[in-house]
């Protein structure tokens, strides 16, 4: 459940995600981030696989932040994934 802080959001992501959990990941999250306006969208990721698929979803989520004006930033990202983030890539992109 999204908890609005002025202009900062939480979301928790669970996993693993699923390549076809996709779409509806981008659309739940892009309907939080219009809902609040937030300009930082914290997302609690403790409980994902660190893999392509995770990554993948956490840059779209990003983009479409981005889009919005906003920006996420990952909570409780384990080593392996901020790893994998940056090995990536992405480590610019994807902050925590």
Known sequence: MPTPEGSEL?????GPIARADLPGLYRR???LLEASGAAVAFCEVQRVNSDAVTVDALA?????????????RLRGAS??????????????????
């Open 10 to 14: 939480t979301f928790v992501i669970n």
């Open 29 to 31: 999250v892009c309907g």
């Open 60 to 72: 779209r989520l990003q983009l479409a932040a981005r889009r919005r004006r906003c920006q996420v």
């Open 79 to 96: 080593e392996e994934l901020l790893e994998l983030v940056a090995f990536m890539g992405l480590g610019a992109v994807l902050p925590d």
